[in-house]
């Protein structure tokens, strides 16, 4: 019996359930105590063990928690405190026992639905707790309640307010003290403004009313948080403004008309009807989640085109999990290069109008994946009504990857709005960039940009307006380039660079915020060799390789091919440029090869590209190209293309292919001398030559050989790997 039931002892000490009769001869192992009463001081250490092992059930670890937040002795306070502070589901499990142990004695509940069928019983408190909190574990739970910010309350951050309120008698003073320092992080003070509103005392609303104060000049979205609170804890109506709650509070003669008793009442009521809440959602949780693995477990036998259809109908269930479980399923479905058919698009368009905001973003993003023609219309026209903010900025994003130009007039429309007109405003850049823009445009988009850039200018409404803007406009936006914003800077230079007054920008070649846009400057200039210094000296910053290797392939494709060979010799020197952007302008020189490019330019420039090319273990590829530019089958090469061809081959490891066009041991050598320096081609280089030529080489060629091998470094170069040359 006892190997047969081992966590019987552990459930008993736990206080789950009673003991069957067998197991009796266990309980007085560890000291336990009946039911109801708090654990002894020795227990205090084993049940912290339960509490943290990752290992441990859940029913279990909650069990544990509420034996501890039962406790009579401190030690069992710092237990807990350490719980909460290590976060995860011990903080949870420690939370919800403090949250039960100061609610309202409820009795068993046994759960029905899946639950009943495993027959197990939700544990319940059965008593309240006498003793206060200590202040450590005070101070780590309004650590909790005050680190989540946003508008919707977190769950822990709920549990957590709640047990303050409820054990604390300060517990608005105490989170009111973060919400109103000036010093604390912005998302700190967020989470406690949210916490102030589940608290709903009039204490509470006070200090959220201080917070609107206007001499406080507080950040706005930090405004809009102690507004949203407010509603929260009073259940008054929505006001429009900050002053209209300032209003409103001196009508209630600060407060004093307000019954605190009642209020309290109230508070109490709501936050007993939020825990019942939470303790069904949580039944829901697990309910949904075993709902998407018996779909998971389905969908693994299903064809594709059974797939697609279930797919498709599951996105109009109402359950969010099993939404969510469809919107991705048909995005692995795409990952995985399957394509949706006419009937899957249509019946696809539903999650456009699914109540959650979270959903509607990824079905916006799942739509245009799959293709539907009609998107960018569809989008424009619901952006106007979209009143999650998130959901229409990814709205916007796939407006901008794919440009329609009959969503202008849509997008001039969020010009002004408060939060939206940034993004907005980079999607109109995007029809521009796009050439998708109408005629006139600019007579829609200036007022508007003139407003924002007057009142709290963006980049992207700088950037629009100086490429709209008449010559008041850019004086403006000239003005700018010395803005205390970096972001600010970026987008008037990027802008003025665009209206082609790129001297402006040279002249603040010294600013990093502006890197973007000068590189961009300097490859609008002439494409020469000095052009190429230019962005050789304008060395840039690790954000910025992209931006500055985008410019160098600009000036690459318009330079003369003459210079080519040169300016790979220039841009080889830079750790940033990258293998691809020399290789891509090295490969004019092929189609250059018979007409236009000298024989000093070709053997200059080939053997460079063909480098890049094996350093990437894509010598096939110049194989390929050079053996296609042979006038007609079987006829030679000429010179340079030959000896590249050769290049190619022998460092490939085509040998045999290498020998057919240098069947003499000489030029073996010569291109292992040239190579000696990259012993990942030049070694086994090495050792083809003295196994092909070991008796047919002169005595010189065999020492010349040796001291090429000796040459080659001891440890292999990892240089060759990183994207970049030597």
């Known amino acids: 019996m006892r190997h047969a039931c081992p966590l019987i002892p552990l459930l008993v000490l736990l206080g789950v359930g009673e003991p069957p009769a067998f197991a009796s001869s266990f309980i007085g192992t560890r000291g336990v105590k009946q039911q109801g009463s708090g654990p002894a001081t020795e227990d205090v250490a084993f049940l912290e063990t339960v509490l943290v092992d990752p290992l441990m059930p859940d029913l279990i670890r909650r069990g544990a928690a509420e ?214 959602l949580r039944r829901g949780v697990r309910l949904e989640s075993r709902l998407v693995d018996a779909y998971e477990q389905l969908f693994l036998r299903l064809t594709r085109e059974e797939r697609l259809s279930r797919g498709a109908e599951l996105l109009s269930d109402e359950v969010d999990a099993v939404r969510s479980f469809a919107i991705g399923q048909l995005e692995r479905m795409l990952r995985n290069g399957e394509r949706a058919d006419d009937r899957t698009r249509d019946a696809a368009l539903v999650v456009l109008d699914d109540p959650l905001p979270a959903l509607r973003a990824r079905g916006a993003r799942l739509l245009a994946d799959l293709g539907v023609a009609d998107i960018a219309l569809r989008l424009a026209e619901r952006l106007p009504n979209e009143r999650d903010a998130s959901v229409a900025a990814v709205y916007l994003s796939v407006l901008a990857s794919a440009p329609e130009p009959r969503t202008f007039s849509a997008l001039v429309g969020l010009l002004k709005d408060p939060v939206l007109n940034e993004a907005a405003t980079r999607t109109v850049i995007a029809l521009a960039d796009a050439g998708k823009l109408p005629t006139e445009w600019q007579v829609s988009v200036l007022p508007p940009l003139r407003d924002v850039v007057a009142k709290r200018p963006n980049s992207a409404a700088v950037q629009l307006l100086a490429m ?87 000036v690459l494709r318009e330079l003369p091919v003459s210079d080519l060979p040169a300016a790979d010799r220039l841009l080889a020197q830079v750790s940033a440029i990258e293998r691809r952007t020399r290789r891509d302008g090295l490969a004019r020189l092929l189609a250059s090869a018979r007409s236009g490019a000298t024989r000093e330019t070709l053997e200059d420039g080939l053997p460079r590209w063909v480098d890049l090319l094996v350093a990437d273990g894509r010598g096939y590829i110049a194989i390929d190209q050079l053996e296609a530019l042979a006038p007609r089958a079987g006829e030679p090469l000429d010179a340079p293309l030959i000896d590249a061809l050769f290049r190619a081959k022998a460092l490939s490891g085509d040998f045999r292919g290498a020998a057919t066009i240098a069947p003499e041991p000489s030029r073996w050598i010569e291109l292992l001398a040239a190579t000696v320096g990259s012993p990942l081609v030049a070694r086994p280089l090495a050792d083809e030559i003295a196994l092909r030529f070991g008796k047919d080489m002169s005595g010189d060629q065999r020492s010349l050989l040796e001291r090429l091998r000796k040459q080659l470094p001891t440890a292999t170069s990892t240089s060759d790997d990183d994207g970049r040359s030597p």
């Open 468 to 554: 709209a803007g008449e010559e008041e406009d850019l004086q403006r936006v000239l003005a700018l380039l010395d803005a205390p914003d970096a972001s600010v800077r970026r987008g008037a230079a990027e802008g003025i660079r665009r209206r082609g007054m790129r001297r402006a920008i040279l002249d603040r070649a010294n600013d990093p915020a502006i890197y973007g846009p000068l590189v961009a400057a300097i490859a609008d200039e002439p494409k020469t060799l000095d052009t190429i210094r230019l962005l050789v000296n304008a060395v840039p910053p690790a954000d910025m390789t992209v931006d500055w290797n985008a410019a160098v392939a600009r």
């Open 67 to 280: 034996r501890l937040a039962l406790a009579e002795n401190g030690e069992a306070d710092r237990a807990l405190e350490r719980a909460i502070r290590s976060g995860g589901p011990q903080r949870d499990a420690a939370l919800d026992a403090l949250d039960k142990t100061f609610g309202p004695v409820s009795p068993p509940r046994v759960d029905g639905g899946f639950d009943g069928a495993i027959g197990r019983e939700e544990y319940a408190i059965k008593r309240r707790r006498t003793r206060p909190l200590g202040e450590e574990l005070t101070r780590a739970i309004v650590e909790v309640a005050i680190a989540a910010g946003g508008p919707k309350p977190a769950p822990a951050r709920a549990v957590a307010t709640r047990v303050l309120a409820r054990a604390t008698p300060d517990a608005s003073e105490r989170i009111a003290a973060a919400a109103l320092d000036p010093t604390m992080d912005l998302e700190r003070r967020r989470g406690a403004v949210a916490a102030l509103g589940e608290i709903r005392s009039r204490a509470a609303v006070r200090r959220l009313i201080e917070l609107l104060d206007e001499e406080r000049r507080e950040d706005r979205e930090l405004v809009n948080a102690a507004i949203a609170a407010l509603e929260r804890a009073t259940g008054e109506a929505p006001k429009p403004s900050a002053a209209a709650w300032r209003a409103w509070w001196s009508d209630l003669g600060a407060a004093d008309q307000v019954d605190e008793a009642q209020m309290r009442a109230l508070a109490a009521a709501a936050a007993d009807a939020e825990q019942a809440l939470a303790e069904e």
